[in-house]
């Protein structure tokens, strides 16, 4: 027969027994908290002085944006993710002098603004393909769905198991490199429209970028993402969130940046906001982080 005390001691055992797990799992939880991709969260301050995309950042220009500082020294986990995929010359960030950035965003009644202001001690473009130099790029989901640039890439007359092009404006990704070159993925959209500007600054460069509201749809039309797709187009208002990430190429060799293969003197990088290192994929949009357009006079 068990004794009283026994008893006593075995529920106390379990009592700590358990409370250890529980302090473990909520130890875990929190570590894997910081490491899930597309958590990441800043705010677009509404404004009536728009800035002027002119890759200058002038003094007041971005005062009322909330900035948010990027830099590769956790390259495992956002915020500052540099992708894991075998690549072996993509190397995380030396340090934040290597490769850094801070990003502004604002917006006003027509136009959604940002600011990439992007620290880097060897600033080169020597093309000519935009994202293989110096550049910004930011990425928009305004739906909020999954697969809108993947298989605008993908689809088409010559994919027998999706022949239907996909043309929409619910995900897309903008590239400007330090001297000027852009592209946009996916190219197949004229309604994507937009402008920037890159100019060098003191141990760096600044890409400016403005993204008129219209080129962003926040209704899901995708027979991929919706068992029911919507229709129409709604773009984002006061209130909303949307998909929203900065990467920043950083090539300190020329030619391929991180894509060559061979050994170079310094490190070329890539860091991105939000995302995952492992499994990255840069049109993997549930990846994105979230941009929050805050209503006037917050
Ligand atoms: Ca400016
Ligand atoms: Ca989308
Ligand atoms: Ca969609
Ligand atoms: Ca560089």
């Known amino acids: 027969m068990t004794s009283p005390n026994r008893l006593c001691r075995i529920a106390y055992l379990l009592a700590v027994g358990t409370a250890v797990v529980l302090s473990t799992n909520a130890l875990a939880q929190r570590n894997s908290e910081t490491g899930i991709p597309g958590k990441q969260f800043m705010v677009a301050r509404h404004t009536n002085r728009p800035p002027v995309i002119d890759g200058v950042f002038s003094p007041g220009e971005w005062a009322k944006a909330a900035p948010v500082h990027v830099d590769g020294n956790t390259p495992a986990t956002a915020p500052g993710v540099v992708p894991n995929i075998g690549l072996p010359y993509l190397f995380p960030p030396d340090s934040p002098a290597d490769s850094s950035f801070t990003i502004y965003t604002l917006y006003d009644d027509n136009n959604l603004y940002v600011a990439v202001d992007v620290t880097d001690d060897i600033v080169i473009c020597d093309g000519p393909v935009p994202y293989l130099d110096d550049d910004a790029e930011i990425m928009i989901d305004g739906d909020r769905q999954p697969g809108d640039v993947h298989m605008a890439l993908v689809c088409g007359p010559s994919n027998p198991n999706c022949p239907n092009p996909v043309v929409n404006n619910e995900g897309f990704k903008l590239t400007t490199s330090v001297c000027n070159q852009s592209l946009t993925d996916p190219s197949n959209n004229p309604s994507i429209v937009w402008e920037s500007k890159a100019g060098l600054r003191p141990h760096g ?23 029911f797709p919507g229709s129409g187009f709604r773009r984002p208002q006061a209130g909303d969130t949307i998909g929203f990430n900065v990467a920043v190429g950083d090539d300190d060799n020329g030619g391929l940046s991180y894509l060559r293969t061979e050994p170079a003197p310094h490190t070329d990088s890539f860091t991105a906001w939000d995302g995952r290192s492992v499994g990255w994929y840069v049109f993997a949009e549930r990846d994105w982080g979230n941009l929050y357009l805050a209503p006037h006079n917050h």
């Open 205 to 227: 460069f600044v890409v400016e970028f403005r993204v008129p509201l219209d080129s962003i749809n926040t209704i899901d039309t995708s027979w991929f993402s919706n068992l």
